[in-house]
């Protein structure tokens, strides 16, 4: 039964307090937010407001609208959690703020009743008022921001016994993703699964779950955000009950549109107990990914944690607000507004058994970094904007930003990733790929060894949470040689002969074994994982050539090869870059990547000290929206293979890099 609609107008937002009360021990290495303001949204004497997850948040720049359950408080005797009265009626509600969150108007939602109908298919998705509010198996739909709506509309796959909460992603003006949730097979709720319709509503042809059923517990509530790349991240509630209950919060990623959804860390590995709480998943203004979500043990709080590698690792918790006066909280939507503020929508309550009450805070997300463990977060530390520490040996304190010193080396076998000694240069972080190991061409090959387009689901390079693959311009002929080390044979496999000459970064590079040239000669770089600000890359070049056919398993003759043509960084494209035989280096946006200054014409060297091998230094600036390409342009086709002068012998070498953030 609705209850009379009616607007309450809040001219201006009450101030709760502006800083958080101290923290207890179990959160005594959490980050308290500074300056946070803390206003009511909605509260009134003798009721109850909650759930603002369960209803849905819209944002058009400064304009805000959420929604939220209305009913009244239970005796203060009543026991159980939520201290709602079952016997007097509810309503759904609608609050909206026209300044971004300083103040608010709240009414009835007005979803209409009715029959469901079947989902509208004459409306433009990306209409500049839609809005979709999904709750249970039902969808309203409105055109002008949330002030009418239409409906109720079935939504798809209902036979699945939907438990609904408003996320979707608009993908065109007739493509829509709903994130839903549907029962177990115990009929116990739930299991996450996206649709897709590209008709306008007319057919939803994709269909796909997301994650596995969980044996004991539940997987719902998805938030999900839409990449610059395309790719998709869905935030996920998640809890299991054996041996006793485990309450998280969990990440998934898609790079095909949906279809497929593969595991990328738990941002949250512990969310207390009294069923945890969702995750409300938003994309910063600067790159970073961050979701809040409250956690219902003592203090009771509503924290914050972040992400500045597409969620790979995540830094320490923030806390937003503390000192509840029961677990009953939470529930959380997050907006930034244009300023770049924060606005996160939850539900309250001040002393035990009293009033619940939607509120929200407003405030500014701190520089964080993350640890060299996924969630290991004990050694994270949180400094001051462009003065960034990360926690190894390897990565240097400096003014400027971080430093990270990487070697690549020869593994033992295709089976033994360890380094060959002497091929790794002491306190430098290791590249060694397996299949190196026989020193002849190969795929492209991230940092752990792995392939694919994908960044690993590792900490990254010495812990930082950096991720980069290699290949050569024509692609699948990248390898990696030692000096004083012959290859066992021309076609690949075996082992090489030999030890290793010279100090670890000369004795040791990266380069196309076969067929150099232009373009085909180029070494590719992809950096994943940089957060935004200005960097200097150092490159260094040294190697020697083979003397003739009959020899050529081992480059023993110093190099005559013209200097490396240049060496620089772009965004990493939308599209494959024209001329290359074959790409392996995936797709980004094409924006984000500004070069700041390109090297040209590199000596390449054939020297056995690390202190006279030739360099090359670059500079570029990345917002952290997208990945860095690195190329080292191995020059034209005029330079011949020393052994084979009918082959093209000019290309990119590679011994090692710095990577330096200077702001």
Not at 264 to 284: F, K, Q, T, W, Y
Request: charged share 20%.
């Amino acid at each position: 039964m609705r209850r009379r609609t009616r607007q309450l107008w809040l001219s201006v937002a009450l101030t709760i307090a502006a800083v958080c009360p101290a923290i207890s021990s179990p959160i005594n290495e959490a980050i308290i937010i500074k300056d946070a303001r803390h206003l009511k949204v909605f509260y009134e004497k003798g009721r109850f407001a909650g759930w603002p997850a369960n209803n849905g948040i819209w944002q058009w720049d400064n304009e805000i609208l959420v929604g939220f359950s209305l009913g009244y408080l239970a005796p203060p005797e009543e026991e159980g959690l939520h201290q709602i009265d079952p016997t007097r009626p509810r309503s759904t509600m609608l609050a909206r703020s026209l300044d971004g969150g300083e103040t608010w108007r709240v009414s009835e939602a007005g979803y209409p009743d009715g029959e469901l109908k079947p989902f509208p298919t004459d409306i433009a998705f990306n209409a500049p008022g839609f809005a979709l509010n999904a709750r249970g198996e039902s969808a309203f739909v409105s055109l002008d921001k949330g002030r009418t709506w239409s409906g109720p509309f079935r939504l798809p796959f209902a036979d699945l016994h939907l438990r609904a909460r408003t996320d979707y992603q608009v993908l065109g003006p007739k493509d829509l993703m709903l994130f839903l949730t549907a029962q177990n097979t115990n009929d116990r709720e739930g299991r996450p699964f996206c649709a897709r319709t590209r008709t306008g509503g007319i057919h939803w042809s994709q269909f796909s779950w997301i994650g596995a059923e969980p044996p004991n517990g539940y997987s719902i509530m998805p938030s999900s955000i839409l990449m610059p790349n395309g790719d998709l991240l869905v935030a996920l509630r998640r809890r299991d009950n054996e041996p006793a209950e485990h309450n998280f919060i969990e990440l998934f990623s898609s790079q095909d549109g949906g279809l497929n959804w593969q595991w990328v860390a738990n941002p949250v590995e512990d969310n207390g107990g009294h069923s945890g709480n969702p995750p409300s998943l938003i994309r910063l203004s600067d790159g970073r990914l961050c979701i809040t979500y409250a956690n219902r043990n003592e203090p009771r709080t509503i924290r914050a944690v972040f992400s500045s590698n597409q969620g790979t690792t995540w830094g320490p918790e923030s806390i937003i607000q503390s000192g509840a006066g029961e677990p009953d909280v939470g529930y959380t939507r997050t907006v930034q507004r244009p300023d770049g503020r924060l606005v996160t929508v939850y539900y309250w309550l001040d002393e035990p058994r009293t009033e619940r009450y939607i509120a929200v805070t407003i405030w500014v997300a701190p520089d964080t970094i993350e640890t060299n463990e996924v969630n290991n977060r004990k050694s994270t530390l949180t400094v001051p904007h462009g003065k960034y520490i990360r926690n190894s040996n390897l990565v240097s304190k400096l003014k400027g930003g971080i430093v990270l010193k990487m070697d690549f080396a020869l593994p033992q076998s295709e089976k033994d990733p360890t380094p060959v000694s002497g091929t790794l240069k002491p306190g430098w972080t290791p590249f060694v790929a397996a299949r190196w190991a026989d020193m002849y061409m190969h795929d492209a090959v991230w940092e752990d060894g792995s392939s694919g387009i994908t960044p690993p689901k590792t900490s990254g390079l010495a812990g930082s949470g950096v991720h980069v693959l290699i290949d050569c311009g024509g692609s699948g002929n990248g390898g990696f040689h030692v000096h004083g080390l012959c290859r066992d044979n021309l076609g690949g496999g075996g082992r090489p002969s030999g030890k290793p000459e010279g100090d670890p970064i000369a004795n040791g590079w990266f380069h196309n074994i076969d067929w150099g040239g232009e373009n085909c000669g180029d070494i590719l770089l992809r950096i994943n994982g940089l957060l935004a600000g200005d960097y200097e890359m150092t490159c260094y070049h040294n190697h020697w050539e083979p003397k003739k056919q009959s020899t050529r398993n081992c480059l023993d003759q110093p190099s005559e090869m013209p200097p490396i043509t240049s060496v620089r960084a772009m965004a990493l494209p939308a599209e494959p870059l024209p001329g290359y035989r074959g790409w392996s280096m995936g797709l980004g946006t094409g924006k984000g990547v500004k070069s700041l200054g390109e090297a040209k014409n590199i000596t390449v060297t054939s020297v056995t000290s690390d202190a006279k091998v030739g360099t090359s230094h670059i500079l570029f600036q990345t917002d952290g929206s997208n990945d860095v390409l690195v190329i080292i342009d191995g020059g034209d086709n005029e330079y011949p293979d020393p052994a084979r002068k009918g082959r093209e012998g000019h290309k990119g070498i590679l011994n090692a890099f710095e990577v330096k953030q200077v702001k």
